[in-house]
Every structure is written in C-alpha cells, then in structure tokens.
C-alpha cells in the first residue's frame, strides 16, 4: 500500500528564516511526487510534479527536490504570505483495473505559520 | 479561465439523510476526481469518473456514488449519512486520464458538508 509521511506536523518560521519541509514516500513504482499548497477553506493549489531522483524544481521562494524515499521541499527567506498548509501526494504506477491506478496518496500535511 | 466550481458551499444533514454534492470541471478536461478531507486524516480519494465511466474507486463503502455526465460534470451521492461523513469534499479535474507533470489535479474549494 502506498505511504506519506510528511514532517514536521507544524513549524513556524520567522519572516526571512529559511527551512525544509519533509515527505517520506512508500509507493509501488513511482510515476509522479506532487506538492500543493492549501489555504484554509480552499481547495489544494498545485504547485510542483517531480518524477525521478535527483530532479528540481523552483516557483519563487520555494524549491522542491526528490530522491528514491522522499521530497523537501525548500523555503527560503518565506514572508507571511507563505503561510498555508502545504501536502505532498504521489502517484503510483498503476494499470487499468488496479486499486493505484488515477490516485494520489496524499501525506497529512505540513502547517506552515510565517510571523511578520 | 474558470477553475473547478462545486456547489453548494456549505451543506448541513441529518443523520440517515442523503447528500448530493456537484462538481463542473475545468472546461476542455474530461476527468473528474473526487476526495474526502476529515479533519485529522488527509485527503482520501473517493471515486474516478473519465469520459462518464468510473474508472476507480478508494476504499468506501457504497453508499458513496456518482456519476458523470457528458459535459463531464460530476454528482458525488453518500446515502444514509453518518456522523463520521462529515469533512470537506474536494472535486478535482484533469486534462488528460493519465495525469501527469503537463496536466495535474486541479482541485475546487469544496463542499464542507456537515452530519448532525
């Protein structure tokens, strides 16, 4: 069964102090690693697709990186408009019929405060 | 662009009752996903429609149902409420059945539903 664990549970931050934010993974064949980003009362926003080991990716003060057991995802010099609760999910390879297949396995997310 | 659009906002049930909660798609995207958020534990995916087929389903019981239509909106259905239904029903769409790094979930806000 495909696993998340996302670290910590909460964390906050002064504005300008960078930190990471950790996803643990277990899937079955990796085909996608996701992170979003959620402001209370609202849907998910996307933000990242990593796909293999090694890769990066960067949208403004964050950056995100995978290897093969898990996702940081990379704040840095964050402002108090950073703050949301941010979820990693990923996609397994899945195949017509099979319980993986158009799913993602999201982890419980990571809370976000950035003080002024 | 619109986004993901669900209706209503907000919904308030008896226990035993029946819910239905609606999604409208992203316009050009035939898929449509649907996942439950209770407080404490996650996003859980719930039911995969594409091209008005169930392509699959998480791990529910099924009382939770729906369908889509062929403009590719979508009705999520739970008969026979419980007290532990209540959480926000996020609906999702995508361009393409296999999501992928040039076409993500993108999620609505949501439909808080609450079991009294």
């Known amino acids: 069964e495909d696993q998340v664990t996302q670290s910590p549970e909460a964390l906050r931050l002064q504005e300008g102090e960078s930190s990471s934010l950790n996803c643990s993974y277990t899937?079955?064949?990796?085909?996608?690693l996701f992170w979003y980003r959620q402001d209370p009362g609202k849907g998910p926003e996307f933000l990242f697709t990593?796909?293999?080991a090694g890769e990066e990716k960067e949208k403004e003060r964050l950056k995100a990186t995978l290897t093969k057991k898990e996702s940081f995802l990379h704040i840095t010099a964050p402002k108090p408009e950073d703050s949301a609760t941010y979820l990693c999910?990923?996609?397994?390879?899945?195949?017509?019929?099979?319980?993986?297949?158009?799913?993602?396995?999201f982890g419980q997310g990571t809370i976000l405060t950035v003080h002024p | 662009e619109a986004g993901v659009t669900q209706s209503p906002t907000h919904l308030i049930k008896t226990r035993g009752q029946q819910a239905t909660l609606r999604c409208s798609p992203i316009?050009?995207?035939?898929?449509v996903y649907w996942y439950q958020q209770a407080l404490g534990l996650g996003l859980q995916f719930l039911l995969w429609?594409?091209?008005?087929?169930?392509?699959n389903r998480g791990n529910f019981p099924p009382r939770f149902s729906g369908r889509q239509f062929p403009n590719y909106s979508s009705e999520l259905n739970v008969n026979a409420l419980e007290l532990e239904d209540s959480a926000l029903y996020l609906c999702?769409?995508?361009?393409?059945?296999?999501?992928?790094?040039?076409?993500?979930?993108?999620f609505g806000n949501g439909t808080r539903l609450t079991v009294t």
């Open positions: 429609y594409d091209e008005g087929e169930e392509r």
């Open positions: 899937v079955s064949g990796l085909r996608g």
């Open positions: 316009s050009g995207h035939t898929s």
């Open positions: 999702a769409s995508s361009l393409i059945r296999d999501f992928s790094y040039n076409s993500p979930l993108h």
């Open positions: 990593l796909y293999s």
């Open positions: 999910a990923v996609q397994a390879r899945g195949y017509a019929g099979g319980t993986s297949y158009g799913k993602l396995t």
